[in-house]
């Protein structure tokens, strides 16, 4: 009989592979294995797929997200890790989720009309004017960013008006949309530095071996 351990609030270790408590009964989101352990069902959460689950899997030490939290998600593509989040903050908790392009966004609605904590929000993460009448100010206690754009940096610093104070930011920098020729390593030190007013850097990983083209941080609002 297979055990599942919860490893963070809300996220369990089921034979040392992770997974969270399904919020939408039956349903799979991106062909995702589902499990049942004592009556409650799971959905199987790959590193493969999720930087969040890889940077679980290399040892993250910061992991804020519970049930009731309020996420701003910059990067919500087609759903896969925001939908795991979603599981991880429950009815209580509310997941905004940005994203520039209308093809993943289309799919993005179709799980939010299942997910109820999920609001989609077809915008420019560059632009916060278009959505601060939605994701009010000083709001958030947690921001997801993983955009695969030049600004990353930029996009972060603007976005932390959504920030409570002491809230906590994860972000996935991308070296090479900032800039291909340069070393990743002072690509990510830049980045770094440039959020520094801002925030405090909690935590840096790699997530290798599922992961190669990111750095992974932890930051939290001053
Ligand atoms: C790597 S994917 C995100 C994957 C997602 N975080 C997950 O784990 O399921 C990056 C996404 O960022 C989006 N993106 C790039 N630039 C953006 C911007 N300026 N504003 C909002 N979304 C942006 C892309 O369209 C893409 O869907």
Not at 31 to 40: A, F, H, Q, W, Y
Not at 108 to 128: G, H, Q, S, W, Y
Not at 174 to 181: A, E, F, L
Request: charged fraction near 25%.
């Amino acid at each position: 009989m297979p055990v599942a351990k919860e490893v963070f609030p809300g996220v369990y270790s089921i034979d040392g592979r992770l997974a969270t408590r399904n919020l939408v009964k039956g349903r799979s989101v991106y062909g995702e294995n589902l499990v049942t352990v004592d009556k409650t069902e799971y959905r199987m959460w790959t590193p493969y797929r999720s930087k969040l689950a890889a940077a679980v899997m290399n040892k993250l030490r910061t992991f804020a997200f519970k049930e009731g939290s309020s996420v701003l998600y910059l990067g919500a593509s087609n759903g896969t890790t925001p939908s795991h989040v979603s599981d991880i903050i429950g009815k209580k908790g509310r997941l905004f989720g940005v994203e520039i392009s209308e093809r993943s966004m289309r799919d993005f609605v179709a799980l939010c009309e299942k997910r109820e904590n999920m609001l989609p929000l077809l915008a420019d993460a560059r632009r916060i004017e278009s959505y601060s009448g939605v994701v009010g100010n000083g709001s958030c206690d947690i921001i997801y960013q993983d955009v695969s754009a030049k600004e990353q940096a930029e996009i972060l610093e603007k976005n932390a008006v959504f920030l409570k104070k002491g809230g906590y930011a994860y972000l996935a920098i991308k070296s090479q949309s900032i800039d291909i020729s340069r070393e990743p390593k002072e690509v990510y030190k830049e980045v770094l530095h440039y959020l520094e007013n801002t925030f405090e850097i909690l935590e840096q990983l790699s997530l290798e071996p599922y992961d190669s083209a990111h750095l992974f941080a932890v930051l939290r609002k001053r």
